[in-house]
T-cell receptor
Framework: NAGVTQTPKFQVLKTGQSMTLQCAQD?????MSWYRQDPGMGLRLIHY???????DQGEVPNGYNVSRSTTEDFPLRLLSAAPSQTSVYFC??????????FGPGTRLLVL | DAKTTQPTSMDCAEGRAANLPCNHS???????VYWYRQIHSQGPQYIIH???NNETNEMASLIITEDRKSSTLILPHATLRDTAVYYC????????????FGTGTKLQVIP
């Protein structure tokens, strides 16, 4: 199993540009989530999904959209990038015992 | 989710046991205690979890007090590779609650 994969690893955007961060898992987990981590800080939950077609907001959802059309994929969309969205983004999936598996992260710089 | 409190940082000599405390005084009866760690800028990694009884696996031991208001993660023989941020979180098992991470404890293993 590849586990949780994320693409791209690095991305530089200009203010106002949009992009999609990809996340996929091959463990058939229903629960997936997106976190952001700013320098020196813990992880903050952006959005999460409890299954295909079901998503909900986390702590810091503003400026981000998600959708869950399949169990495997959970993309995160930045609608109009802002410098405040410069961060490292982690995607995670969770097994029925509540153990989370994290991807390697996407490092995003918004100029 | 119940909130947790952890020290910001700790040092431990290489080869000695590292004992990382966590307070979760508002934990409910069916919430589990989970521990993760994050090395450098990698995605967090699951370590161990428990409900009431003490737990041990190949990575660590988890000691939960009888009143369940606090717990301690024990790394029996810390190595330099154990230098990381350690997160303690509480969560129901088998449900679909959103899980959030705090700022954790930065453990520095000293040669």
């Amino acid at each position: 199993n590849a586990g949780v994969t994320q693409t791209p690893k690095f991305q530089v955007l200009k203010t106002g540009q949009s992009m999609t961060l990809q996340c996929a898992q091959d463990m058939n987990h229903e629960y997936m989530s997106w976190y952001r981590q700013d320098p020196g800080m813990g992880l903050r939950l952006i959005h999460y999904s409890v299954g295909a077609g079901i998503t909900d907001q986390g702590e810091v959802p503003n400026g981000y959209n998600v959708s869950r059309s399949t169990t495997e994929d959970f993309p995160l969309r930045l609608l109009s990038a802002a410098p405040s969205q410069t961060s490292v983004y982690f995607c995670a999936s969770r097994d029925p015992r509540e153990t989370q598996y994290f991807g390697p992260g996407t490092r995003l710089l918004v100029l | 989710d119940a909130k947790t409190t952890q020290p910001t940082s700790m040092d431990c000599a290489e080869g000695r046991a590292a004992n990382l405390p966590c307070n979760h005084s508002t934990i409910s009866g069916n919430e589990y205690v989970y521990w993760y760690r994050q090395i450098h800028s990698q995605g967090p990694q699951y370590i161990i979890h428990g409900l009431k009884n003490n737990e041990t696996n190949e990575m660590a031991s988890l000691i939960i007090t009888e009143d369940r208001k606090s717990s301690t993660l024990i790394l029996p023989h810390a190595t330099l590779r154990d230098t990381a941020v350690y997160y303690c979180i509480v969560s129901l098992s088998g449900g679909y609650q959103k899980v959030t991470f705090g700022t954790g404890t930065k453990l520095q293993v000293i040669p």
